[in-house]
């Protein structure tokens, strides 16, 4: 009897997807010279959250929302002044395909507010919102791209922590190969 159950266990494993590689996008602010942030508040669009699921991690000392409420905004305790600010990680990991093109961004919260704060004056600064393409039917195309131009800040979506444009990637899930010569240790188990 155990037999049977291990074998109807073995079949089930081999017949379901392997979990998929998870995929990493990096959410960083993008300012320009002379611009300090101690905090930002941005939403996204497009989320696969119906093929896939999506941890989120953030950088900030203070963190407010998340992808799940519509909308993220956090604070930093010493002022940020790098031209490339790191503010977190979403991580995919799909169970069903997204096709090609399947584009996220980074857009306006559910307050209707993409923005960084300025550490010296305090005021809200417009950002633009940066666009990512999973899955390019062109490997030629720049699959990170601003969405939005004429902003001093923008907050977009890479593959590296370094803000790298010209890197594509295939969100995409995993499947066990069964090859017949498989066949025989499970057959053995019988």
């Not at 909308?71 to 069903?96: K, N």
């Not at 939005?148 to 899930?173: H, N, Q, R, V």
Request: hydrophobic share 45%.
């Amino acid at each position: 009897m155990k037999t049977r159950i291990l074998v109807a266990l073995a079949l089930i494993a081999l017949a379901l997807p392997a979990a998929a590689e998870p995929l990493e996008l990096h959410v960083i602010a993008l300012q320009g010279y002379g611009l300090a942030i101690n905090a930002a508040e941005f939403g996204f669009d497009n989320l696969p959250f119906d093929q896939c699921y999506i941890e989120e991690e953030w950088d900030g000392d203070y963190v407010l929302g998340g992808i799940a409420e519509g909308w993220v905004a956090m604070a930093f305790s010493t002022p940020q002044s790098d031209p490339i600010v790191h503010l977190g990680m979403l991580r995919f990991t799909c169970l069903e395909p997204l096709g090609n093109d399947y584009e996220i961004s980074v857009a306006p919260d559910i307050n209707d507010l993409l923005v960084v704060v300025d550490a010296e004056s305090y005021d809200e600064v417009p950002a633009g919102g940066g666009c990512f393409y999973f899955n390019p039917s062109d490997w030629g195309y720049q699959c990170a791209a601003y969405c939005a131009t004429g902003y001093s800040a923008s907050i977009g979506l890479f593959l590296t922590a370094e803000a790298l444009w010209d890197f594509c990637a295939e969100l995409l899930p995993e499947t066990t190969a069964t090859e017949r010569g498989n066949w025989g240790s499970i057959k053995a188990l019988y």
